[in-house]
Each structure stands twice: as structure tokens, then as C-alpha cells.
């Protein structure tokens, strides 16, 4: 029996790295086989079942199943897998999954406490500043609305000037001078909405989404 089992093992991983969805159908035909193995060897299995589930975008399955998985390497002091720190790789496809299910706001949750565990990696700022952009409030997005409206009246006055200044220059003058304005007041806009944004990411996670503004503040990366 013991044998037996051991050659499940060993089949599974001769699938190959990247056969992600052949070891996804063999785990889920041998769950008898695979649940007899010895702790590592199933754990590894488990572990490596569940990235190629976050693979091959079966996101819901992921879910159901990485919190499990979660308490079991925390309990058992698992800190690697594969050369990576497992317990962030779990959390963070955690995330990417709720990501991808479109649930920003369990994303942004689980990403708070990656940025705190490790905020040196980009990736997990990356992600948070994608998913706060996705969930702007409706003030947010009607100024942004009136900003990008400006714009486009400032490129339809500016082909006027262009196609009709030689017939009615005069008249064109008002006009010229509204341009200059919307410019101004569009841009404006877009530069305070984009400080308040900033200001919002660095509230919540103690981290802005850009180096530069880090370094400049004096943000601990």
C-alpha cells in the first residue's frame, strides 16, 4: 500500500512544472491515494495542487481551499516552498484571486497585511493602488468626469481656432480665452485628484505607490 501510494507521489510531480492542468485532474482522481501519504509528501502535493488551481484560473476552487492550507503551514512552522516564502505565495494569489472575482475590497484587505509583512515588494503596492482605483466614490469620479470633459472642449475650441481663425479670428477671441481656462481648471483637477488619491494609499497602508514619493518622505521600503 505504502508503495503504491509513494508512486501516486511520484507520478504527480512527473507530470512536469508547467502541466498544470494534468496534476489538477490526477489530484482530484486520487483523493484516497493522496490522502494516505506521509505529512510532507501530501503537504507538498496540496501546496503545489493549489498554485496550479491558481494556474489555470479556477479561482473559486483556489479559495475554498487556501485557508486550510493557510493554518496548516503556520501550525506546522512551513516557511518555504520552492525557494518562496509560502506563507506570503498563499495570501498573496489569495488575493489576486478575490482580484480577479472582482471582489476589490477582500483584495485590498488581504493585501493591507501583505504590504505590512513585506513592504518592500512592489508588487503588493502594485496591486492595492489597482484595486483603490477601482473602487474611486462617485465625488472621484464626477470630478474626474468634469476634468476629462474640459479637455475635450479645450481640443474642440483648439481645431476651431485652427480651421476658422482666417474667417472669424475676432470672433474667436472669447473663446481662446475659456480654452486657456478649462485648461487650467482640467489639469488642476487631475493634479489634486491624483494628491488625494496618493494620500488615501499612504492613510491605509503607510506605504505611497510610487519609490520616489518613499524616498522623498522618508517611507520605510
Known amino acids: 500500500m505504502f508503495q503504491q501510494n509513494r508512486n501516486i507521489y511520484t507520478h504527480y ?5 508547467s502541466a498544470f492542468r494534468d496534476k489538477v485532474r490526477f489530484y482530484e482522481d486520487h483523493p484516497e491515494e493522496i490522502s494516505t501519504l506521509h505529512f510532507d509528501e501530501k503537504l507538498e502535493m496540496d501546496l503545489d495542487y493549489l498554485l496550479c488551481l491558481f494556474e489555470i484560473g479556477r479561482y473559486e476552487r483556489y479559495l475554498s481551499k487556501v485557508d486550510a492550507c493557510i493554518e496548516l503551514v503556520i501550525s506546522e512552522n512551513v516557511y518555504e516552498f520552492r525557494d518562496e516564502d509560502v506563507f506570503q505565495e498563499l495570501l498573496f494569489k489569495k488575493a489576486a484571486s ?14 493591507k497585511q501583505l504590504i ?10 502594485g496591486l ?28 474642440g475650441i483648439t481645431l476651431a481656432n485652427i480651421i476658422l481663425e482666417p474667417f472669424l479670428a475676432y470672433y474667436l477671441k472669447p473663446f481662446i480665452l475659456l480654452r486657456s481656462l478649462l485648461l487650467v481648471f482640467a489639469f488642476g483637477c487631475l493634479i489634486g485628484l491624483e494628491i488625494v488619491f496618493q494620500h488615501k494609499i499612504y492613510k491605509e497602508t503607510g506605504m505611497y505607490p510610487h519609490k520616489l514619493l518613499n524616498s522623498i518622505f522618508g517611507t520605510k521600503v
Not at 478575490?98 to 493585501?111: H, P, T, V
Not at 505590512?116 to 503596492?125: A, E, G, Q, T
Open 98 to 111: 478575490y482580484f480577479q472575482l472582482n471582489n476589490f475590497e477582500k483584495c485590498k484587505s488581504i493585501l
Open 128 to 155: 492595492y493602488t489597482i484595486c483603490k482605483r477601482k473602487t474611486e466614490n462617485d465625488i472621484y469620479l464626477t470630478v474626474k468626469a468634469l476634468a476629462i470633459a474640459s479637455l475635450l472642449i479645450v481640443l
Open 13 to 17: 510531480f512527473r507530470l512536469g512544472d
Open 116 to 125: 505590512k509583512i513585506n513592504p518592500s515588494n512592489p508588487v503588493y503596492i
